[in-house]
């Protein structure tokens, strides 16, 4: 049996893809590199390279999800929360997981807490719900 787990925050984010857009047209790659890790980053090169669209839809949803976690955690963007020590990644079954770096790996281990996301996206939004646990 597992021990009682706590839910610690809740958070959920919609995003639309025309604003991301928007932003990418005006500020180019220099946007991309403040929202995304450098995984994450090389994941959208690949998918704007052969699916400009799909590149800002994964954008996109990796926007929602660090805004959606930001909230579950209570901190908002504010330190150690930024944008690029929450990375959005992929277990080999697909779905998706929080890697935290840094500062913001050491707060929430700290208070030994665990997150689940989730992600999605329909042509003009993208949405994401998180679901912070103390265990």
Known sequence: MRPLELIYGI???????????????????????KILSDAEYSVWQTRSQRWPDRGLRYLATRF??????????GLGMR?????????????????????????????????????????????DYAASFCVVERH
């Open 11 to 33: 958070g959920t984010d919609l995003c639309d893809v025309r604003r991301i857009r928007a932003s990418f047209e005006r500020h180019g790659e220099r946007f991309v590199q």
């Open 64 to 73: 929602s999800a660090k805004e959606a976690f930001s909230k579950a955690i």
């Open 79 to 123: 330190m150690p929360m930024t944008w690029r020590s929450c990375e959005v990644a992929r277990l080999p079954s697909g779905q998706p997981t929080i890697v935290l770096h840094g500062a913001l790996k050491t707060w929430f281990e700290g208070r030994q807490l665990r997150a689940h996301i989730s992600v999605t996206d329909e042509s």
